[in-house]
């Protein structure tokens, strides 16, 4: 006999379809996969043998092949496993096959036939709602995609309960939404009143979290630059519901989301560590699964000692980086991985971290002593900075230098706005943006905003652009295209944090500051 069960299989953070395709003849007993399974893949035929006879159904002593269609296409992974027991089944007569054919089933088959959980099912929800199908997930990864409407999803805890379900028995149950995972009333990280001065630093991070921006915190080591930085999870704007599918959906596709979770609430912040690899930080390997940038997406990526990452990994997110997107080509296949995130970085301005700049602490080589005062050669330091690349640095919106502080402000009571009320000024920018880009199609914040639009929609005309000249004359550096640009959507996002809808002479001189504020620290 023969049979064909739908299920699918996940490339990236998406899902494709995948028909099963069973066929029963008389033979020497064999069972074969064909469609260029992996290797994962192929060993399922233990599985699903052990399977079926622990479900009390016969495995059939003929000659089996399963076809996994498209056959040029390679697949991986156990989320085969129970629609390949399914079609032998099927195909064995134990039920008519076409009563599956509204179906799409996906999961991993253990040996006395329950099903494991597999990552990635809400992509999976997206598909079988495009196909028009019903969903069948094992019971682990029933809540996470319960909240998509127009979909029926159904929960099985064992091969057996599928094929009652199937048979007409006992019909499987629906898939009941989950209680949150997250607590949105507490918000995560150090609250910015613990960041002792630092204003600069602080107006920073809120623009980041109210604009999308990219910051760099350049200073010696111990003027708050990591303590900054886990303030921002305490500030960022909740998702909207279009952003939680998308992050959910990531997450899921990673295998990351929680145990119970229906939906991701909370942007994400990653911070991961200097030692990662390319792989880890843009995505790819064998499986071409999801990396930190795009498990940043809609949120923050934090690199911290960001001199320390190996260089090839930093000039690989340039792209990603500019266009909010990673694309991924292989022999096989190609995807497109999405990596709309902020990037925060923090670095020492050179090895020991007290290098000063030009007309601050002189270098040991030249007469510097005593506490405090930098101890590196200037080749040493040249060589330090250089592992940060310049088209990299063109990346960020702001650059801060974070100066070292006095003891009697660290010890003062006056510490300035906490995350609240700075939470409090971000979501009420970011919805502003919301409202101003409402008719331009994938632009919710300024960062986001594309330089044609800057006039049109941004309200960046020629009176602030004469502003902003005037400052780039004045400055010690030259500003390439894309900086400019930059700095333009931050005086925007500066006007929004101040309620405003012009930009004042202000936002553009305190965005230019920005742009500059580590230029000293980055120059040897």
Known sequence: MFSVIE??????????????????????????????????????????????????????????TVNLAPANHPKDGTDLDLAIALGIVAADGAFDPDLSASAMVVGELSLDGQLRPVRGVLPRALLARELGKELIVPSANSSEAVALRGLSIRRAATLGEIVSHFVGGSRLPLAEPAEPAEDDSVPPGA????????????????????????????????????????????????LTAEESLEVTAVYSAAGLLPR??????????????????????????????????????RGVLFLDELAEFHRNVLEAMRAPLEDGALRLARARRALTLPARCSLVAAMNPCPCGSYAGRGGRQHAATGGTGAGECRCLPGDTRRYQARVSGPLLDRFDALIGMAPISP????????????????????????????RYAELPGVTTNAELPAAALEAAGGFGPREQTWLFDELRG??????PRGIVRIARLARTLADLGDRDAISREDVQEAAAMRFGASELLST
């Not at 909370?266 to 390997?285: E, L, N, Q, Y």
């Not at 400055?475 to 390439?480: D, E, F, H």
């Open 7 to 64: 299920s699918s299989c996940l490339q990236g953070v998406e899902a494709w379809p995948v028909r099963v395709e069973t066929d029963i003849r008389s033979g020497l007993p064999a069972l074969n996969i064909v469609g260029l399974p992996d290797a994962a893949v192929r060993e399922s035929r233990e599985r699903v043998r052990a399977a079926i006879t622990s479900a009390g159904y016969n495995f059939p002593a003929r000659r089996i």
């Open 260 to 297: 119970g979770c229906s939906r991701v609430r909370r942007r994400p912040f990653r911070a991961p560590h200097h030692s990662s690899s390319d792989a880890a930080m843009v995505g790819g390997g064998p499986e071409l699964r999801p990396g930190e940038l795009t498990l940043a997406h």
């Open 475 to 480: 400055a010690a550096q030259m500003c390439s």
């Open 191 to 238: 609250d910015l009143s613990a960041v002792r001065g630092q204003s600069e630093g602080k107006r920073a991070v809120m623009a980041l979290a109210a604009g999308g921006h990219n910051v760099l915190l350049c200073g010696p080591p111990g003027t708050g630059k990591s303590l900054l930085a886990s303030c921002i999870p305490g500030i960022l704007p909740p």
């Open 408 to 435: 009697d402000l660290f010890f003062a009571d006056c510490h300035g706005p906490g995350s609240a009320a700075a939470r409090a000024l971000v979501i009420a920018a970011r919805e502003r943006q919301r409202r």
